[in-house]
Structures are given as structure tokens and as C-alpha cells.
């Protein structure tokens, strides 16, 4: 699926300017998705050379969680590229999208400000906004839906996972898959070295599931059959095992079509997501994996969670499926509603604007003047 997500930063900038009362430089990853820093480019390439040497610049990481250490080792001094550094502002500022981060601690110490708000939710509302017309017909041939795709860097969990269910005799119950052979290292994960050696499953994988090569960026994508068929999504976020909170299109994806869902991410993720007005099924099933700290035990929870409603009674699910009817109505007119729209422009705009006054307020000029007399 092709994203215009160039749109999106126009809409940023504007919404920049606009909060700070002058112009922003704008720099993005293009194309869209890559991590690399040869590929952080600034989003009006035509703007004249002293328009970088004169205004605020904002660097935009807002769809990927923050990598610190990767960045930091191919550029020591300045982290991010810049097309000029003979800037008049000694800081930049840092659109990103996660809380409770180590990273961003090593960014604010580097001269970067930061402006945090939920950019998945907007591009969510774009990918996704045809499911606002969706009506489902339901036809149920299993329980659960696990889009289960890319398990590189912090996604590794998702092949421990796949082997609780088997281990659980949840096979059955599963509409899901595995990538054998992981789509961006183009390696088996037998072959591979993982950073928590407890996510390394034992068992061989594509001996109980289908596979699939789907990479990453295959999560704007859902089959409206899946969700007929299914009654439960399962939704693996990016970050898992990590202390960081960032909720990306994958949750939303759910949402925007009334599908019920049991969240894989960080520590508090429910209570992240319902800070935004959404609900979920605590009054329904166990929600408490979403407070363990410990990765493996949130994981083997989770899984237990699995277990328990695919044990459930013909008479409980019928009672359980009105009372989660419930929430998911709520959950998909809220998503598609302007107030949810509205709060996290206002999230943004209120950020930006706070951001921009530190900036300001902050600045000695002694950066501009170092390469002005270079």
C-alpha cells in the first residue's frame, strides 16, 4: 500500500508555523519507513541555503521508536544530518511518538528539545479510513487473529509467543502465521542471535503454522475476511520487551474496523491507549498481563489469557460477546470521531509550541556564530 505520509508532515509544518508564530525546517525519512541516515532529508529541498542557517529545524522520528546508539555511531557530533550546521538556534527540535524513554533522555542531553505526540493515530485515521463504511457479517471458523509478520529487532517476542500457543494445544484456535526466515535480515531464526535469549523458541515453528514472507510495513494491510472469521484480535506491537511506550497503526487497526483485542506491548499500554478515550475488556477478562513488568511473564500471561477464553462455555461467550459488542462500538466511534482528531492536534500543537519556546528562550547563538567565523 502506498501512504502519501508526505502529507502528513505538510500538515505538521503547518501546524508548526502555526504554533510558533514563524517558519519550521522540516526534515523526514524518505523514502518513507527507512532507518537510514543517508535517507533524512529535508521535506522542501528548493528552500534557499540561509532559510537552514536562520530558522527552527525539526527532525521528524515519529514512526519508528527512537534508536539512540545507531544514529549517535554514524554521526558523533550532531546525531542527525543537517544541511547546514551554521545554525542561529544551538537546539533542534525532535518529533517522536514514545514515552517513558531512555532514548529521548540521551537525545535532550545532545541539544535536541523534544515534541512528542501520537503521529500513529493520525496516520491511522488516513490508513484506515474506509473501515468506517465496513459493516461486518460474522462467520467465525476461529477465536483468534495474529497478524504475525516481521519479528526483527524488538519483535522478537512474537516467535516465543507462537510457541506458548503451541505448547498451550491453542493451534486451533489461532488464525495467524510465522516468518521462518525474517524479511529484513534474510536469516532463519535458528540462525539468529537474539538480545533476550528467553524469546529463542525451542520448538520449529513452521511445523504447526503456515508461513509467510509479509514484512513489517504489511501492518496498513488487513483482509476484511479475517476479521469475519475471527472474534478476537491478538495485536503485537513493536515494543514488547522494552521499557518504553509507543502504540503504533496496530492497535488502531482493530479498533477502526470493532474488532475486541488483547494488546502484546510494553508495561501500561492499556492504560496509555485509554488515556486517549478508548476502552477495553478489563470488565470482561483478566487485563492484569498489561501491569507486569517482566517481558517473559506479560508474554506467558498473555498466553494464559488465550487459554482461558478458548475455554470458554457456549452460554459465557454468547454473554461475553454483547459486553465486548459494547466497547468495540464505542472504540470505532471514537477513533473515527473529531474529538479524537482533535486531541491530538491539540496534543501536538500545545508541544510544539512548548517546545519552541525553550528553543528560543534557550538560545545563545553561539553554535551560528563558531561556523560563521569558521
Same mark, same amino acid.
Given at each position: 500500500?502506498?501512504?502519501?505520509?508526505?502529507?502528513?508532515?505538510?500538515?505538521?509544518?503547518?501546524?508548526?508555523?502555526?504554533?510558533?508564530?514563524?517558519?519550521?525546517?522540516?526534515?523526514?525519512?524518505?523514502?518513507?519507513?527507512?532507518?537510514?541516515?543517508?535517507?533524512?532529508?529535508?521535506?522542501?529541498?528548493?528552500?534557499?541555503?540561509?532559510?537552514?542557517?536562520?530558522?527552527?529545524?525539526?527532525?521528524?522520528?515519529?514512526?519508528?521508536?527512537?534508536?539512540?546508539?545507531?544514529?549517535?555511531?554514524?554521526?558523533?557530533?550532531?546525531?542527525?544530518?543537517?544541511?547546514?550546521?551554521?545554525?542561529?538556534?544551538?537546539?533542534?527540535?525532535?518529533?517522536?511518538?514514545?514515552?517513558?524513554?531512555?532514548?529521548?533522555?540521551?537525545?535532550?542531553?545532545?541539544?535536541?528539545?523534544?515534541?512528542?505526540?501520537?503521529?500513529?493515530?493520525?496516520?491511522?485515521?488516513?490508513?484506515?479510513?474506509?473501515?468506517?463504511?465496513?459493516?461486518?457479517?460474522?462467520?467465525?471458523?476461529?477465536?483468534?487473529?495474529?497478524?504475525?509478520?516481521?519479528?526483527?529487532?524488538?519483535?522478537?517476542?512474537?516467535?516465543?509467543?507462537?510457541?506458548?500457543?503451541?505448547?498451550?494445544?491453542?493451534?486451533?484456535?489461532?488464525?495467524?502465521?510465522?516468518?521462518?526466515?525474517?524479511?529484513?535480515?534474510?536469516?532463519?531464526?535458528?540462525?539468529?542471535?537474539?538480545?533476550?535469549?528467553?524469546?529463542?523458541?525451542?520448538?520449529?515453528?513452521?511445523?504447526?503454522?503456515?508461513?509467510?514472507?509479509?514484512?513489517?510495513?504489511?501492518?496498513?494491510?488487513?483482509?476484511?475476511?479475517?476479521?469475519?472469521?475471527?472474534?478476537?484480535?491478538?495485536?503485537?506491537?513493536?515494543?514488547?520487551?522494552?521499557?518504553?511506550?509507543?502504540?503504533?497503526?496496530?492497535?488502531?487497526?482493530?479498533?477502526?474496523?470493532?474488532?475486541?483485542?488483547?494488546?502484546?506491548?510494553?508495561?501500561?499500554?492499556?492504560?496509555?491507549?485509554?488515556?486517549?478515550?478508548?476502552?477495553?475488556?478489563?470488565?470482561?477478562?483478566?487485563?492484569?498481563?498489561?501491569?507486569?513488568?517482566?517481558?517473559?511473564?506479560?508474554?506467558?500471561?498473555?498466553?494464559?489469557?488465550?487459554?482461558?477464553?478458548?475455554?470458554?462455555?457456549?452460554?459465557?461467550?454468547?454473554?461475553?460477546?454483547?459486553?465486548?459488542? @459494547?466497547?468495540?462500538?464505542?472504540?470505532?466511534?471514537?477513533?473515527?470521531?473529531?474529538?479524537?482528531?482533535?486531541?491530538?492536534?491539540?496534543?501536538?500543537?500545545?508541544?510544539?509550541?512548548?517546545?519552541?519556546?525553550?528553543?528560543?528562550?534557550?538560545?545563545?547563538? @553561539?553554535?551560528?556564530?563558531?561556523?560563521?567565523?569558521?
Amino acid at each position: 500500500m502506498s501512504i502519501p505520509l508526505d502529507r502528513l508532515y505538510q500538515f505538521v509544518e503547518s501546524v508548526a508555523q502555526q504554533a510558533s508564530g514563524e517558519r519550521i525546517v522540516i526534515y523526514r525519512f524518505y523514502p518513507h519507513g527507512s532507518k537510514k541516515l543517508e535517507d533524512l532529508h529535508e521535506l522542501h529541498g528548493d528552500w534557499p541555503m540561509a532559510d537552514y542557517d536562520l530558522l527552527p529545524v525539526m527532525y521528524c522520528h515519529d514512526q519508528e521508536p527512537l534508536m539512540w546508539n545507531h544514529y549517535h555511531a554514524q554521526d558523533p557530533e550532531f546525531n542527525l544530518r543537517r544541511k547546514s550546521r551554521r545554525q542561529q538556534f544551538d537546539q533542534c527540535l525532535l518529533l517522536h511518538s514514545e514515552q517513558r524513554s531512555h532514548n529521548l533522555q540521551q537525545y535532550q542531553s545532545h541539544d535536541f528539545v523534544p515534541v512528542y505526540y501520537w503521529s500513529h493515530a493520525l496516520i491511522a485515521r488516513d490508513w484506515f479510513r474506509y473501515a468506517e463504511y465496513y459493516e461486518q457479517t460474522k462467520r467465525v471458523q476461529k477465536i483468534f487473529l495474529i497478524y504475525n509478520r516481521a519479528w526483527a529487532g524488538t519483535r522478537e517476542y512474537r516467535l516465543k509467543l507462537m510457541e506458548h500457543i503451541v505448547q498451550l494445544d491453542l493451534t486451533e484456535h489461532c488464525k495467524t502465521t510465522v516468518n521462518a526466515v525474517e524479511p529484513e535480515l534474510n536469516i532463519h531464526y535458528h540462525s539468529h542471535e537474539f538480545v533476550n535469549a528467553c524469546m529463542r523458541p525451542q520448538l520449529v515453528l513452521e511445523n504447526y503454522f503456515n508461513t509467510t514472507t509479509a514484512s513489517s510495513a504489511a501492518s496498513a494491510d488487513f483482509e476484511v475476511k479475517d476479521y469475519e472469521s475471527t472474534e478476537i484480535e491478538v495485536v503485537l506491537e513493536t515494543l514488547f520487551d522494552d521499557s518504553r511506550l509507543q502504540l503504533t497503526e496496530k492497535i488502531l487497526r482493530p479498533i477502526a474496523v470493532g474488532q475486541p483485542f488483547i494488546l502484546a506491548g510494553t508495561q501500561g499500554s492499556l492504560d496509555y491507549l485509554r488515556s486517549y478515550g478508548f476502552k477495553t475488556f478489563d470488565n470482561i477478562w483478566d487485563e492484569s498481563y498489561d501491569n507486569e513488568p517482566s517481558a517473559e511473564k506479560r508474554l506467558l500471561a498473555i498466553a494464559d489469557l488465550m487459554k482461558t477464553i478458548g475455554n470458554w462455555s457456549v452460554t459465557e461467550r454468547q454473554l461475553n460477546q454483547h459486553a465486548m459488542q @459494547l466497547i468495540t462500538q464505542h472504540n470505532r466511534q471514537h477513533f473515527f470521531s473529531q474529538n479524537f482528531s482533535d486531541q491530538v492536534i491539540r496534543e501536538l500543537t500545545a508541544n510544539i509550541k512548548m517546545a519552541h519556546k525553550i528553543l528560543v528562550s534557550g538560545n545563545t547563538g @553561539l553554535r551560528y556564530n563558531k561556523y560563521q567565523n569558521l
